[in-house]
């Protein structure tokens, strides 16, 4: 009885029981219970390629401080970048200033022949001051100006192109001369032309060189010279400043297959050499008489003074490229000179030269007034040409007539194809077919 009530109010306690050990060894590990207490998990910092540094702290500078976060040897590629940009743009420079110089020497070398010779030198035009004078005091007044003008009378149009003006003078209308440089500012550029010029005779080696043209009055001066004081009188003397059209010249013999391929008007000549030139001179003429009355003591003594810089000097009425059209192959006189600029800038054996082209139309305007056999000859020529361009201008018109036909004769047998019904088509179509085949046959007859 005592032991109920102990149980029903929390008596005594029964003894633990205690677990035999022995009894099953299968259940030894699950004797005990588990330790509620979490295991420690360090973290993983191996990966596949091995075991990584820790991390190191980035010391802590001043914002301006850079020098103390890089260092020189992490811009090495910037580094060759602006040695490179700093080469290109020396050599830019020192070549743009070499340009500059060399065509600076050449009009100060010529500046004297060319205010000597005309009225009027560079783009400037006529100072304002000077348009109440005349007569003498006029062409002295422009004399004193170009000579003030200095260097300015040559406009640079580009760092290897530079051009100057002149006109004022009998005979003449106006001259062009323009300057030609080597590329110095861009040796890369250079070095390419050089070794595609070596390689291609096609392509003219780069070279300093200078073209001058002279366009000569030829009786208009109606055309050109405007209504002012003193016109009148050069208006009086039209017909005395006119001469024969013809193409002749003096060419370089090396350079004399590049001039006859590019030029059409040297084309229509013929070459031979003279014993009164240099060796490394030749005649290209239209007639002999027209190299009797032109090559002249003169000019031969200027020829050898030039030497071997001396490319040519054209007198010509033909245009440079081939005509097209009949239009394009009306008469237009011009002369033209053109040699190399030497490497020394010494310019005084290239004077006589540059002197006598333009005091050429004097002499043009004296003696080339020729024979009619000589000009009949000479008209032959370019009648045969002109004749040429019409066939070719008749035959395109025909080719485009025919195009034409073609095309109406396919638009009407389409309109008659589209207004029948299958059948019919086909039997056209097939019509069609044996009018082919027998236009086959009779062309393949005909050949045989």
Excluded: C
């Excluded at 022995?22 to 191996?46: L, N, Q, R």
């Amino acid at each position: 009885m005592a032991n109920v009530i102990n149980n029903l109010f929390g008596g005594a306690k029964p003894a633990s029981v205690i677990p035999d050990k022995s009894g099953d060894s299968d259940f030894a590990d699950f004797a005990e219970g588990a330790d509620p207490s979490p295991i420690p998990i360090s973290p993983v910092t191996t990966t596949l390629a091995g075991a990584q540094p820790e991390k190191t702290a980035v010391p802590y500078t001043k914002w301006y401080n850079v020098h103390e976060r890089h260092s020189l040897s992490e811009f090495k590629a910037e580094g060759f970048i602006l040695a490179a940009i700093t080469v290109v743009l020396v050599l830019h420079l020192f070549g743009a200033r070499l340009n500059r110089s060399k065509a600076k020497k050449w009009i100060r070398a010529h500046a004297s022949t060319l205010g000597s010779e005309f009225a009027l030198v560079g783009f400037s035009g006529v100072p304002r001051a000077l348009s109440d004078k005349s007569g003498d005091e006029l062409t002295q007044a422009l004399a004193d100006s170009n000579a003030q003008k200095g260097d300015a009378i040559l406009k640079e149009k580009s760092l290897f192109e530079f051009a100057t003006y002149a006109t004022g003078r009998v005979n003449v209308a106006f001259v062009d001369v323009k300057l030609t440089l080597v590329k110095r500012f861009n040796p890369f550029v250079t070095l390419a032309e050089n070794v595609i010029g070596f390689f291609w005779d096609s392509y003219a080696q780069p070279s300093d060189s200078v073209e001058a043209t002279l366009y000569p009055f030829d009786g208009k001066e109606a055309l050109t010279v405007p209504a002012m004081p003193g016109a009148a009188e050069l208006r009086q003397n039209d017909k005395k400043s006119t001469f024969d059209g013809f193409v002749w010249a003096i060419v370089h013999k090396e350079s004399m297959k590049q001039v006859r391929d590019e030029r059409y008007d040297v084309s229509l000549t013929y070459t031979k050499d003279n014993n009164k030139l240099p060796q490394w001179l030749t005649v290209m003429t239209e007639s002999a008489e027209i190299t009797d009355a032109l090559l002249t003591p003169e000019l031969i003594k200027a020829a050898e003074s030039a030497g071997d810089l001396l490319e040519y000097l054209i007198v010509s009425d033909q245009p440079l490229d081939k005509p097209k059209t009949v239009e394009e192959t009306n008469p237009r006189k011009r002369i033209f000179l053109k040699y190399r600029l030497p490497s020394d800038n010494n310019y005084e054996p290239l004077l006589p030269i540059f002197q006598y082209f333009l005091r050429m139309t004097d002499q043009l305007v004296q003696v080339a007034h020729f024979r009619p056999e000589v000009l009949r000859k000479v008209k032959s020529v370019r009648d045969e040409m002109i004749k040429g361009i019409k066939k070719a201008s008749e035959q395109e018109k025909a080719e485009e007539l025919a195009a034409e036909r073609e095309k109406q004769r396919k638009a009407k047998r389409d309109a008659e194809l589209a207004a029948m019904d299958a059948k019919a088509q086909k039997k056209y179509l097939e019509k069609e077919r044996e009018r082919e085949a027998k236009r086959q046959t009779k062309k393949m007859t005909t050949r045989a």
